[in-house]
């Protein structure tokens, strides 16, 4: 049971995931004061609001509605998602392209002569 479940883990798609769920976590504090420090302040400048959360909020028959909100998550997630490709996964990707370029290439396969001349020899071996 201890092996399969350690077998499981190890798997690269798990692996992944964690490193994935962690660099996010960790990205989420950067962006933060990202919005915080630079994005609310431009906002307050351009449409007079505190940040992006209070932009289009309207209420009907007593429910609140808040498109800035919607707004902020949404650019959030642009934001991290755009961090981690580019911080995480470009850099990764162009990694596993060296290490291709490094291993030694397939060997090209036989030319039509040889090939006829391997013919030839298993025919005459046949009989």
Known sequence: MLKGFKEFVMRGNVVDLAVAVVLGAAFTGIVTAIVNGLINPIIAAIFGK????????????????????????????????AAIYFIVVLPMNKLLERLAERREPEPDAPSPEVLLLTEIRDSLRAR
Not at 51 to 79: E, M, W
Request: charge should be negative.
């Open 50 to 81: 505190p940040d992006l959360t209070k932009v289009a909020n309207f209420t009907i028959n007593g429910a609140d509605f808040s498109i800035g909100l919607i707004l902020a998550a949404l650019f959030n997630f642009i934001v991290v998602a």
